[in-house]
């Protein structure tokens, strides 16, 4: 299930893997590069963690989470999955909740439709993530999944938005120089309640 793009910024905020520090975000931002260098060139990317099955579900689902769109394309573009795997390298104590919640996912749709999550339809992969994507309304039987997939979500919307690809989508207008300050537009004012519309 596509996610809003808008819905998954508010991710990235809230995010406990967002307090990577700056070195440890470049580092991981530096090795999905060099996988995405690699794979131009012709080169496979082989997972040190993540099975072939797991990582095949792992490619699937990031899709799922951020698809591509009229303005950038997917996770998988941009090398999340690859970033997931030297993820579960770097933080070891990732692996159990990421290995744990892909069989799951496995578990649950052989629960649903007898095929494993990879194997189901689309309609089928979309009531499955239904079922655990929104916690508040999720039934008490699915909270291990709602914890897999709602950490899952924050990985994936790190990844993405840390690349170029999802720095130009988000249409970061940051660390460029502004040559004199005229102060916040009356419009951003408003908006935040700082000024009255009739003032």
Partial sequence: MGMNRREAIKLVATASVALWTPAEAASARAKAAAVL?????GVPFQPEF??????????LLVDLVIPADDRSGSA???GVPEFMDFMMID?????????GGLAWLDIESHRRFDVRFLDATDGQRVEILEA??????????MSH?????DRFRDLTASGFWSTEMGINDLQYQG???IREWVGCPEEALRHVGVMDVGD
């Fill in 175 to 177: 660390n460029t120089l």
């Fill in 76 to 78: 998988t573009e941009v």
């Fill in 37 to 41: 260098s690699q794979s131009a060139a």
């Fill in 145 to 149: 999944g709602v914890a897999f997939f």
């Fill in 91 to 99: 933080r070891p104590s990732m692996q159990e909740w990421m290995s």
């Fill in 50 to 59: 993540f099975s072939a099955h797991e990582y095949d579900t792992v490619r």
């Fill in 132 to 141: 655990i994507a929104w916690p508040e309304r999720a039934e008490e039987d």
